[in-house]
């Protein structure tokens, strides 16, 4: 048996996003990451059991938009899932009663095993845990039989998590913990027993350098694979950097005058560009451009990133400084 983790979706129309582009196509990008992650969970199927855990805020809203619910459960029905549970952690997005049953609306979707864990649910060695009970896990930890693993959507003091005031003191620390809610992908703290998925797609240009992920992890072992999908990377650069990157992108770019930065635009315009760009400035505005591939991302990243050695791909960088492999 082996557990596919999907960190934080929370797809929504993100119409900030959409000035000069299509209405959904942010969360076209956002379902597209959604269908590589069940199109890759209906092969592994092929050799292996498994299952699927949402690990909580798959809305971003807690009355998301008719068009958003739809887009999930078209998604849901687009490949064959059958024998593969799904399990969705409600996390701090779904803790009201109405965002709830939102969620239990997939639990309807024909063709589809979704269980919504609105409380403690334990299967096998691997306890689920939704934010509304997070401050009851460790009493309840303390008479549980036979849990190894925690997956939940909360965040562990002393364990990454930077709002103590908000988090779960990290007192068992013999259990393994994989964790939505916090949206960068983490997985440092005690000796690899703390693992934060990290959002399933970047969301805004918090998550500069962070590349679509989701995991692959055996309950037997413990051990795991961060598996990268296809998504747009959020990257933040000033006037003058040398653009020279391959891949979909999303790029800000910051500069001392709204002329400094036209200029700069201009600049761009003159090459075969294929990315969005977010310009601020003096007022805001955003330019869709086209680009050619080139084979230089690594660098690029070290420059605008929060920098370090780059070992395989695009590295992910917490707020903390420290690289994830």
Same mark, same amino acid.
């Given at each position: 048996m082996q557990w596919v983790l999907i960190g934080d979706n929370h797809f929504d129309l993100w119409p900030s996003f959409a000035v000069g582009r299509k209405p959904l196509e942010r969360l076209q990008e956002q379902i597209s990451v959604l269908k590589q992650a069940l199109s890759l969970a209906s092969k592994w199927r092929a050799k292996t059991k498994l299952g699927i855990v949402f690990m909580g805020d798959v809305f971003h809203r807690n009355n998301p938009h008719y068009a958003v619910l739809l887009a999930v459960i078209e998604a849901f029905q687009a490949y064959d899932l059958t024998g593969i549970p799904i399990y969705i952690i409600p996390g701090n997005h779904e803790e009201s009663n109405y965002a709830q049953s939102v969620l239990q609306i997939l639990e309807q979707v024909k063709g589809v095993d979704v269980t919504?864990?609105?409380?403690?649910?334990?299967?096998?060695? &691997?306890? +689920?845990?939704?934010?509304?009970?997070?401050?009851?896990?460790?009493?309840?930890?303390?008479?549980?039989?036979? &849990?190894? +693993?925690v997956f939940g959507h909360f965040g562990l003091n002393d364990a990454g998590w930077p709002d103590e005031n908000s988090g779960v003191p990290y007192v068992h620390k013999d259990v393994k913990y994989f964790l939505g809610h916090y949206h960068g992908a983490m997985d440092v703290f005690n000796d690899g027993k703390v693992v934060y998925t990290g959002s399933a797609t970047p969301l805004a240009f918090d998550h500069v350098g962070q590349q679509a992920s989701i995991l692959r992890m055996s309950p037997k072992t413990g051990k795991y694979k961060r598996v990268y999908l296809d998504h747009p990377v959020f990257l933040k650069v000033a006037v003058g950097t040398a653009l020279a990157v391959e891949g979909d992108y999303y790029l800000k770019v910051t500069g001392k005058t709204k002329h400094e930065i036209d200029d700069y635009v201009s600049e761009l315009h003159n090459k075969p560009l294929m990315v969005r760009y977010d310009i601020t400035g003096i007022d805001a505005q955003t330019i869709e451009v086209t680009r050619s591939q080139l084979p230089v991302v690594r660098e690029l990243i070290k420059k605008v990133s929060t920098g370090g050695e780059q070992k395989t791909g695009i590295h992910l960088w917490d707020e903390f400084g420290k690289a994830n492999q």
């Open positions: 919504v864990t609105t409380e403690f649910t334990q299967k096998g060695n &691997v306890l +689920f845990v939704p934010f509304s009970e997070s401050q009851n896990l460790n009493e309840y930890l303390s008479k549980a039989k036979g &849990v190894d +693993f």
